[in-house]
């Protein structure tokens, strides 16, 4: 059996059905029950959808004229392919061309200065609903280790030298106060986690002193743990309220983790994987809360892989006529709303894209820069479609590039894969998840309609 967690990396090409052809742009939606690759031997795995449905394309009714070159790119890339909850037939395909997809471009900016931000653990640390310029500041040079590396050889340790000093001194500097921002119910926690840090760091001086470049990014990882962690510890309670309308249904007040295995087959490199999945409910509780209650259904459980393409990879389309999660209760399928958090808001946007709102160079607080982010597939045109069908993002193209990229604000994206991420690219159709398990955070959901019904 090949190795859990600790996958091992092998190259295969994506597996595409006649329908799905190759997409460059993502739009999802959800997948219609055209075709589909559910098989009840597979466990669990979270894509998105990958039958052929109609992919939904997002409409844009203004800058069409400001983003044509953009716009006539994505529709012949979009001409090729549709990524919804399902894909749809070229005709419709034909037909969405007129969703000029113009794209609200957003500033160079990004959520510190520099380039964009793509690892994913420093992605959901700058998303934490809190302002502590200390502890921050601690962060930074301990990221700016991974830049460090690039140096060839040993040379990129007199570089990482510097990062180290950079963090401690910060620390030293600012720990009252990091301390004077933590939650009081949390602050037993935050001491010792600093305390942590703080010894972290001088024995991280002694690696790049020993001149251990192979133990630099380990001992980078853990210590950056430490800073989220301190980080997590300073969000008091839940920052804001839900909208009334929202607010009996499953909610994620705070983040979860879960562990999703999949088995993968026809392939001699690697049998199953597990792959980490941090969920963010302080940015998108709904969307969050809505999978963690599916999850705990064990909804999941024992479907397919409905699309892999090498853009991106998608699941949740359940067999039968049903194109997302038939809640027992009113036996009608369940339904979330588009939910975006915009960077400099106090709660996210619901049903509306940012597009809609006007707001063309916001940015948004969970973006899609990193390979393996996750976000729940819609319908074409209509924004609060989405039930079960989820897909992670691959790779960047001309149309969705870190930080300027065309689905932010359009699809709700609600967590990130933070470990094995990159063995998402070796995943097709077909291959099953085994299970999907919360391992952490279970306890920030309210509203678990799974403890009432099935």
């Not at 959800?30 to 990958?50: D, G, I, V």
């Not at 963690?292 to 892999?308: P, S, T, W």
């Not at 729940?376 to 990229?405: C, G, H, I, Y």
């Not at 470990?419 to 955070?441: R, T, Y």
Request: with cysteine; charged share 25%; aromatic share 8%.
């Amino acid at each position: 059996m090949a190795a859990i967690i600790s996958c091992h990396r092998y190259s295969s090409s994506s597996q595409l059905t006649s329908n799905q052809k190759f997409v460059s742009h993502i739009l999802p939606s959800k997948c219609p029950k055209r075709q589909f690759y559910h098989n009840a031997t597979t466990q669990q795995f979270k894509p998105l959808c990958s039958s052929r449905k109609s992919t939904p394309f997002v409409p844009v009714d203004e800058q069409r004229d400001r983003y044509s070159s953009i716009k006539k790119t994505a529709i012949s890339i979009a001409l090729a392919v549709g990524f919804v909850a399902g894909f749809p037939d070229l005709g419709y395909l034909g037909q969405a061309n007129a969703a000029a997809i113009a794209p609200a471009l957003p500033d160079v900016s990004v959520l510190i200065s520099g380039p964009p931000i793509k690892d994913p653990g420093a992605l959901l640390r700058y998303a934490l609903p809190i302002d502590n310029k200390a502890i921050r500041e601690v962060q930074k040079p301990l990221e700016d280790i991974t830049d460090s590396l690039k140096i060839a050889g040993v040379k990129a340790l007199d570089s990482v030298e510097r990062n180290i000093r950079q963090a401690s001194r910060a620390l030293k500097q600012g720990r009252t106060l990091i301390v004077g921002g933590l939650a009081k119910s949390k602050v037993d926690d935050g001491v010792e986690l600093l305390n942590k840090l703080e010894l972290g760091l001088d024995e991280f001086q002694k690696i790049v002193e020993d001149r251990k470049r192979d133990a630099v990014a380990p001992k980078q990882k853990e210590l950056l743990s430490y800073v989220g962690g301190v980080e997590e510890d300073m969000v008091d309670g839940f920052p804001y309220e839900v909208p009334e309308e929202y607010k009996n249904m499953p909610l994620l007040k705070g983040r979860a983790t879960v562990d999703m295995k999949v088995k993968v087959k026809d392939n001699p490199s690697i049998n199953e994987c597990v792959f980490r999945i941090v969920l963010d409910g302080y940015n998108a509780p709904v969307t969050a809360g809505n999978f963690v209650d599916l999850v705990e259904r064990h909804f999941y459980d024992g479907m397919e892989i409905q699309r892999a393409d090498g853009f991106v990879v998608q699941t949740g389309d359940p067999e039968g006529p049903a194109e997302g999660f038939i809640d027992p209760s009113t036996e009608k399928t369940r339904t979330i709303p588009l939910e975006i958090m915009a960077d400099g808001e106090k709660a996210p946007f619901y049903g509306e894209t940012l597009e809609d709102l006007g707001l063309y160079k916001a940015q948004t607080k969970l973006p899609f820069n990193a390979f393996g982010t996750m976000a729940m597939a819609r319908e074409e045109f209509d924004n609060n479609s989405a039930s079960s069908q989820v897909f992670w993002l691959l790779k960047e193209s001309e149309l969705t590039p870190s930080n300027a990229n065309i689905l932010d604000g359009r699809y709700s994206v609600f967590g990130y894969v933070t470990q094995n991420e990159d063995f998402l690219a070796d995943l097709k159709v077909g291959d099953v998840i085994e299970s999907v398990q919360v391992v952490a955070g279970l306890d920030n959901l309210v509203n678990p309609s799974y403890k009432i019904a099935g």
